[in-house]
C-alpha cells in the first residue's frame, strides 16, 4: 500500500541537519549560480544558464551531469523516467528556471518527485529570472530520503504538521 498523504504545512530542516559533504556541494554550486547571475542576468533563454552554469561548475571543480535520466518505479516496477536538469557532485539535483516570480509548488512538486525516483535527500532550484537570485533559490528536501538517514522509524515522521 502506497501512502500519498501530504501536509499543506512545509516542515523546515536545518542545513546543520544534513551531510557536511552535501551542503558544501550545494554552496560551490551556489556559488557558481551566482558567477552566472552576476555576468548574465535575468533574460536569457534557459539553456544559456544551463551552459553558463555548466561552465562554471566544471571551472570549480563540481562534478556535474545535465538531462540525468532517473528511473521511476511503480510497484517495483520501472514505469518511466524523468530527466533532471543537473546532477550535482553526485549528490544533489538542481533544476533550473528563468521566469520572472517566485518558485511556486508546481516546481517543487516536480523535483520533490526527482528526487524521490532518484533516492537523494537535497535538491535545488535555481531561478534566473529573479533581479536576484537569492530571491530565486529554493532548497527542496526529500523527506523519504531523510527518514532513511533517521534511526528507521518512519512511523515518526508520519505527522509534517508538528513544529
Given amino acids: ?3 500519498h498523504a501530504q501536509s499543506g504545512r512545509r516542515r523546515s530542516t536545518p542545513l ?4 557536511p559533504a552535501l551542503t558544501e556541494v550545494s554552496r560551490k554550486v551556489i556559488g557558481c549560480a551566482i558567477e552566472v547571475h552576476k555576468e548574465l542576468g535575468p533574460g536569457y533563454p534557459i ?3 544551463r551552459k553558463a552554469l555548466m561552465y562554471e561548475l566544471k571551472a570549480e571543480e563540481v562534478a556535474a551531469q545535465e538531462d540525468f535520466k ?3 518505479e511503480f510497484d517495483g516496477e520501472t514505469i518511466g523516467e524523468v530527466v533532471a536538469d543537473i546532477y550535482a557532485g553526485d549528490r544533489f539535483l538542481v533544476m533550473l528556471c528563468n521566469f520572472y516570480g517566485e518558485v511556486g509548488g508546481h516546481e517543487r512538486s516536480v523535483l520533490r518527485a526527482q528526487l524521490r525516483a532518484a533516492e537523494l535527500e537535497l535538491g535545488l532550484i535555481i531561478n534566473f529570472g529573479q533581479r536576484r537570485l537569492k530571491d530565486g533559490l529554493v ?3 526529500n523527506p523519504d530520503a531523510l527518514r532513511q538517514d533517521d534511526d ?3 512511523e515518526e515522521y508520519e505527522d509534517e504538521d508538528e513544529d
Avoid at 16 to 19: F, K, M, V, W
Fill in 70 to 72: 532517473i528511473e521511476v
Fill in 139 to 141: 532548497r527542496v528536501l
Fill in 152 to 154: 528507521g522509524d518512519d
Fill in 47 to 49: 539553456e544559456i544558464y
Fill in 1 to 3: 500500500m502506497h501512502n
Fill in 16 to 19: 546543520a541537519e544534513l551531510d
